[in-house]
């Protein structure tokens, strides 16, 4: 299976913005796909922390 390119992805991205969007909202759309991308990746790859722990950690 041939996964989609990084060209198309950001097409499909600028489709999905209103045509007043601004820069600053296509930069926004750009960083929250990356840190979805690499919280996937992270996931797939065991680099995770259980909830439990987490809270463990930071006193809640």
């Not at 797939?44 to 259980?50: I, L, N, Q, Y």
Request: net charge neutral; charged share 40%.
């Amino acid at each position: 299976m041939q996964t989609e390119t990084t060209k198309k992805k950001a097409l499909k991205l600028l489709d999905k913005l209103p045509d007043s969007a601004s820069w600053e909202d296509l930069m926004y759309q750009i960083y929250v796909r990356q840190a979805i991308e690499a919280g996937l990746r992270d996931s797939d790859e065991g680099r995770t922390v259980d909830v439990k722990e987490v809270r463990k950690r930071f006193e809640l």
